[in-house]
């Protein structure tokens, strides 16, 4: 599979844990995004980074939040102290550039299922 | 602010009959817009995009400015069809450019 890959597929962990996943977006795409979808809604917005550079952060993203794409490439969203709010599908997508541009569609990878207990 | 509108939850046909699946968005400039499908256990994948103006698995959908909606519209709907459609906005400038608004969804089912 060429896709977008993420890891772990899902993730329990006790309150107040800290949990780190992954993402690896197909390759040379220079724009990663993170999303986060709970029972119901659609997926959010969190962050995106074109190469390394972190562009834009949502007010979702709390300072518990942080997100990092060392060398452009694989990215890592980490939570500290998790709560049961945190609770949700982690989604990663990536782009090979704005989407606003003809023929550019962000690839989803599977996600990661986040349960806090 | 932006916005995406899906007031439809749950949508049941039979095969064989029309289906439209509605979208508003809210958005002051030039929207880009798009339908994403997720299959039972499969990843969201783009179904179409208003821009593209083609039809995907006889799927069509029209951007209507002065009624801010972006419809999903299939003439005959065929059971592998039964999916969740998410329809989403882009925004074409400034400082939220890059990120994609989701509406919560429409879960379609297609009955035999």
């Known amino acids: 599979d060429t896709g977008v890959s993420q890891n772990p597929r899902h993730k329990i962990t006790k309150r107040g844990q800290n949990v780190t996943f992954r993402c690896d977006p197909i390759?040379?795409?220079?724009?990663l995004y993170w999303y986060r979808q709970t029972l119901g809604q659609g997926p959010e917005f969190l962050t995106y980074?074109?190469?390394?550079?972190?562009?834009?952060k949502s007010r979702l993203l709390s300072d518990r939040f942080s997100a990092e794409r060392p060398k452009g490439s694989f990215s890592t969203l980490e939570i500290q102290r998790t709560e049961q709010g945190d609770s949700a599908m982690y989604l990663c997508?990536?782009?090979?550039?704005?989407?606003?541009?003809?023929?550019?569609?962000?690839?989803f990878g599977q996600g990661t299922r986040l349960t806090v207990v | 602010a932006q916005r995406v509108t899906q007031p439809e939850k749950l949508l049941s046909v039979f095969k064989g009959a029309p289906v439209e699946l509605k979208c508003n968005y809210s958005y002051s400039g030039s929207p880009e817009l798009f339908w994403y499908v997720q299959y039972s256990r499969q990843r969201l994948q783009l179904l179409l995009r208003?821009?593209s103006r083609e039809s995907i698995k006889g799927f069509t959908a029209d951007l209507n400015k002065g009624e801010t909606s972006f419809h999903l519209k299939k003439p005959f709907a065929q059971e592998e069809d039964s999916a969740m459609y998410y329809c989403?906005?882009?925004?074409?400038?400034?400082?939220?450019?890059?990120?994609?608004?989701f509406g919560r969804g429409t879960q379609l089912t297609v009955w035999p």
């Open positions: 390759s040379e795409h220079n724009r």
């Open positions: 989403a906005l882009s925004v074409s400038r400034g400082s939220t450019l890059g990120r994609l608004y």
């Open positions: 208003h821009i």
């Open positions: 997508a990536s782009s090979p550039g704005p989407l606003s541009r003809a023929n550019t569609e962000a690839f």
């Open positions: 980074f074109q190469n390394e550079a972190q562009l834009e």
